[in-house]
């Protein structure tokens, strides 16, 4: 299911840009002012509990922080075309293209068409979308522009704009088209998609009988493996022994995130401790193949054998670690490879640790290569926007330092570039 959050005017599009999409439901908040979406969008979520959701800008600045963490999201925002479609609009109209303001669009992308179009720059005035912009202001950029140069038109990327203008102006909606909604439904129901397949990876454990057990080996062993096909959530794992004192599991990474309390604890390290009377610990390993999460497993319960208490690790293959996990809930620390102190340097950066070890395992892909905002935010998988804030996150933390620029694209401004020093914090407060 994806949910839907449109202005009412814009529903019929919406829905035909959804006919391409087959084994797929919908869910929808309508809304007529800006006002009424935060409702919406909670009742919405509260209801229907959609795998996924789709809203304009505005929606999103409006009800951002009512989303759920990990679910998956997409934005879908007007395009240059949009913005050339609207111009011909005019133009059919039988008004001039320019004078005209133009809000919610990037100056770039206004930079783009008019550049395109052949037309004066200096004519045109841009309001960039602001999350926190009130309509009131986007009208009163609007008027002011009206006033100077008594335009025939504004083209406006919000619905509430004409209605308070009254009618003294036209006003050109330049909306998405149904090509680009598509195209942003296409791309949300892919990611949708793509995360259930996540979700049933398979990933390893290994479950280790740590010192002298009082029965002897092989049965401690034994006892350990049918301990652990009684477990519940192993209900459909595959199970099999390990070297004289190992337990191999092999299921879906949900299932371990299940048994783990999401990678928190693991109560059944008590009860083997409490039934079988020995000392187990757990390693498990996530990677991109059944043969790398097992090694990577062995070498988490390696891990965890080091330590005086029964445990577990998790390793990944880009190179997070979490642990130890306890036989409770105890809290998580992060580490990444060898390096300690990545909790800590998440927290004074404002991210979460898992932000922050995905970001020095770029880091060590890269090999010292510096990068844009815009490449980091395709390989972190989140939007652009996201990556250009992370930036500044990281920059405000001392963790990245701006080396020069690059023409990513034949057309627009130039890119700043970034070099990531993640590892070289790491080991600064080792």
């Not at 007007?78 to 913005?83: G, I, P």
């Amino acid at each position: 299911m994806i949910g839907l959050v449109v202005h009412a005017a814009h529903r019929a599009r919406f829905a035909d840009a959804a006919r391409t999409l087959t084994g797929v439901t919908f869910a929808w908040a309508v809304y007529e002012h800006e006002h009424e979406i935060r409702d919406r969008v909670a009742s919405l979520l509260r209801e229907h509990r959609p795998d996924g959701l789709l809203l304009g800008l505005v929606p999103y600045a409006r009800s951002r922080d009512l989303i759920p963490d990990g679910l998956p999201v997409r934005v879908t925002r007007s395009a240059a075309l949009d913005l050339a479609l609207a111009w011909a609009r005019a133009r059919g109209n039988g008004w001039p293209a320019t004078p005209v303001s133009i809000d919610t669009f990037a100056s770039e992308t206004v930079d783009e068409v008019a550049a395109a179009l052949d037309l004066d720059r200096t004519a045109i005035a841009s309001l960039p979308f602001e999350p926190d912009q009130p309509v009131a202001d986007v009208v009163a950029f609007h008027r002011e522009h009206l006033e100077r140069t008594g335009a025939p038109y504004v083209i406006s990327g919000r619905m509430g704009v004409a209605a308070a203008l009254d009618g003294r102006t036209a006003v050109l909606h330049a909306l998405a088209t149904p090509g680009t909604i598509r195209a942003d439904l296409h791309e949300l129901a892919l990611r949708i998609r793509n995360k259930r397949a996540d979700a049933q990876r398979f990933a390893a454990g290994l479950f280790l009988v740590a010192g002298p057990p009082h029965t002897g080996p092989d049965r401690a062993r034994a006892g350990l493996q049918h301990l652990l096909g009684d477990t519940p959530e192993f209900a459909d794992a595959w199970i099999d022994r390990r070297g004289a004192r190992g337990v191999l599991v092999l299921a879906p990474a949900s299932l371990f995130e299940a048994v783990t309390r999401q990678w928190v604890g693991l109560p059944v390290l008590a009860e083997a401790r409490d039934t079988l009377g020995v000392r187990v610990v757990a390693g498990f390993g996530i990677g991109g193949s059944a043969r790398l999460s097992v090694t990577l497993a062995e070498r988490a319960a390696a891990r965890a054998e080091q330590d005086a208490e029964p445990g577990a690790y998790l390793f990944t293959g880009d190179g997070m670690t979490i642990g130890p996990m306890g036989v409770s809930a105890v809290p998580l620390t992060y580490t990444y490879r060898e390096h300690g102190g990545l909790e800590e340097l998440a927290g004074r950066a404002g991210l979460s640790a898992a932000t922050l070890s995905r970001l020095a395992a770029v880091e060590r892909g890269l090999d010292g290569r510096p990068l844009s905002p815009g490449e980091l935010a395709r390989t972190l998988g989140i939007t652009d926007p996201s990556g250009r804030r992370l930036i500044r996150k990281l920059t405000g933390a001392g963790l990245v330092a701006e080396t020069g620029s690059a023409q990513e694209h034949r057309k627009g401004r130039p890119s700043r570039l970034y070099r990531l020093a993640i590892t070289r914090a790491l080991e600064a407060g080792r």
